[in-house]
């Protein structure tokens, strides 16, 4: 069983939580700008954020839309393609991290903070110090740690932070960081450019350290390669249970969601399985909470707009409890 969850109106990406016994999406806003389709994702030209939120049987339960939680036009630092966010909590304040783009076409990660998980936000007037990429997710650890986990190739522009190191692997020099289509160009046989995870400052408003490489291990222990269909593209997810750090991402262009497990909050994972098959549309992103003792696995396709690929729609199905034990 699936249910479309808000008909009224395209959006993607959803983060989601409970908080106070609610289960809250935090969505992208799609929209038609008539920008057309390009391998960068020009055509994802959203301006706004909303908050949705329900009580009870996903399957089932009344959707409330609490409206405009951020526009970018209150945002001093971002011009345009507000991508997707997520939401942590710490000491009651809500703090909402987003990607967005700068004046100058790069996009960063900003911070924006509410009293009540509903909103509205209110942005910082600088985007997070040493920010960079896109497709934040927040998880706070059960020591209260906060870990940000980002990156998304091509569009989000990943593979222009990788260092040196990384983008000359095992003597194959992969070209500039600057190349967007690093991952298209490159041997299929080289380790996969990784995205990053980084703890939060106690504040939640700055990275406390340097980002850290992301590797996923295949099941001989080894690095995912770039030519893997299973390797990271975009869409980081992070849930923990049993102890055991589970993180979910998706493979962009072989348009998979896949889930890895590892032991510490910062990986590598290794590859467990693939999550969820392509959808329609190009792009496939998504969240897994566990609420009212039940899996749950929020993400969007682009059925009700016929395949118009930068319209989705938020859909969410049950996952079984044993993917995660
Ligand atoms: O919504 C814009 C972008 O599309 C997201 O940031 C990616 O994860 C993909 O879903």
């Known amino acids: 069983m699936q249910r479309y969850l808000f008909p009224n109106d395209y959006m993607a990406d959803p983060s989601v939580h409970v908080f106070n016994d609610r289960l809250y999406i935090y969505p992208s806003h799609d929209r038609d700008s008539g920008e057309a389709f390009d391998d960068d994702g020009g055509h994802f030209q959203m301006r706004d954020y909303h908050v949705l939120s329900l009580s009870g049987n996903p399957f089932e339960a009344a959707v409330t839309d609490h409206g405009v939680i951020l526009d970018v036009n209150q945002v001093p630092w971002a011009e345009k393609q507000l991508w997707d966010s997520d939401v942590v909590e710490k000491d009651g304040l809500y703090y909402l991290i987003f990607s967005a783009k700068d004046y100058n076409g790069v996009f960063h990660l900003g911070v924006a ?49 990788q260092s040196p190191e990384v983008l000359t692997k095992e003597g194959v020099d992969l070209g ?27 504040d939640v408003l700055q ?28 869409a980081s997810w992070m849930h923990k249970w049993g102890g055991k750090y589970f993180f979910s991402y998706s493979t962009g262009d072989s348009h998979l969601l896949c889930l890895a497990v590892g032991d510490n909050p910062y990986g590598p994972f290794r590859f467990q399985c693939e999550l969820l098959q392509p959808v329609v549309g190009w792009t496939t992103h998504h ?36 993917l995660f034990e």
Not at 130 to 155: A, E, N, Q, R, T
Not at 209 to 230: C, F, M, W, Y
Request: glycine share 6%; proline share 10%.
């Open 176 to 202: 500039p960081a600057a190349d967007r289509k690093t991952q298209l160009r490159c041997p299929a046989d080289v380790p996969a450019l990784p995205s990053f995870a980084v703890r939060m400052s106690d």
């Open 113 to 161: 903070t509410s009293e009540r998980p509903e909103g509205p936000f209110i942005p910082q007037k600088h985007p997070i110090r040493g920010s960079f990429s896109i497709d934040p997710c927040v998880f706070k650890d059960d020591d209260g740690s906060i870990y940000c986990y980002f990156g998304g190739l091509w569009g989000g522009q990943l593979q222009w932070y």
């Open 287 to 322: 969240s897994i909470v566990r609420y009212q003792n039940r899996w749950w696995l929020f993400h969007h396709d682009c059925v009700p707009s016929n395949d118009v690929t930068w319209l989705r729609s938020l859909k969410v199905k049950e996952l079984p409890a044993s």
């Open 207 to 234: 990275f406390a350290e340097a980002p850290r490489s992301v590797v996923i291990l295949d099941v001989n222990g080894q690095p995912l390669k770039a030519g893997d269909p299973h390797r990271f593209f975009e």
